[in-house]
């Protein structure tokens, strides 16, 4: 099997981040949140990093967590937590003084996961927004036009027809993309009317590509548009940022790929930087072209 890289953005400086919080508490059991444990690039590091403390790391793909467990030699027997309302899948490793739990799970519904698993706060969250190039190269959901999927973009394996139903409305694909594109009236018209018109049958994301018929450029806003509404990406985000403007300690780091996820990132109820990838990086790894790194502080850290 060909190995599939997936390259983490902004790595060195989340693992900086987290060794000056490590730093000022040396005895202090830390807690670190991975709310997109993805193929596990920066969770793997910081749980290397970490001396004493837990790494909880969530998705919401099981595919994914099924890529970690074996490529981080975690038990495969699975156990379910619950509070008598929400029942999450976990998989948990411990070596010495620190443990890592993977947890099937979305990102709004990290409060429940943390509260079950005891933790009422944490010392360093990440979110690295999007999706990994493991479920481009692997799941064949059609969430890249680089290679050829199903007409899903579905982040996770769960069969729904959000897509294709948004495929056959013209209203509701134009508001789609004028909320979550920056693309002119105009193109956006072009795109809801080229869909319209085809007149193939639309089974694959190629095909999606063929109606849509404009600059690549355009193409790519509108498979991204189409990915946040098809995985509620909105309502995903919105409740995590709820939670961390709700922190008392702790910093919070989101890494955004769009303008849209930014804008909200930015509604939060905090105090925030902004870090961008070097242009070293960005030679390196395409990926990281758009990226930025909000570093947010809660209301007693610094
Ligand atoms: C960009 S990838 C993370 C890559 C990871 N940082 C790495 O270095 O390997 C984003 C991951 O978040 C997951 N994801 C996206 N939205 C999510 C949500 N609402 N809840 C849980 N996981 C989510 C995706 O399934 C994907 O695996």
Known sequence: MKEIRHIPVLLNEVLDIFDAIQKTKPDKHIVLVDCTLGMGGHSSKLYEKLKKG?????????????????????????????????T????????????WIIVHARFSQIESVLNILGFYGY???LADLGFSNFQIKKTQRGLSFDSKGNLSMNLSDSVDNKLRNLLKNKLLIR?????????????????????????????????????????????RKVFVAFRIYSNDEEFELNTLINFISRQKSGVSLIITFSNFESSLVEQGNYRFGIIEPNIKEILE???????????????ESE
Request: hydrophobic residues 35%; charged residues 25%.
């Open 285 to 299: 790894n395409d990926q990281a072209r758009s990226a930025k790194l909000y570093k947010i502080y809660s209301s």
């Open 175 to 219: 508001g789609v993309l004028q909320r979550y594109t920056d693309l002119p009236d105009h193109t956006i018209k072009r795109v809801v009317n080229n869909i319209a018109n085809y007149q193939s049958e639309l089974n694959t994301n190629v095909d999606l590509i063929k109606a849509i018929n404009l600059p690549k450029y355009i193409v």
């Open 123 to 125: 010392d360093l969250l």
């Open 88 to 99: 999450f899948t976990i998989w948990k490793k411990i070596d010495e003084e620190k443990s």
């Open 54 to 86: 837990t790494l909880v790391s969530l998705d919401l793909d099981l595919k994914s967590i099924q890529y970690c467990i074996n490529t981080y030699n975690f038990d495969s027997s699975s156990m379910p937590i619950s509070d008598g309302k929400n």
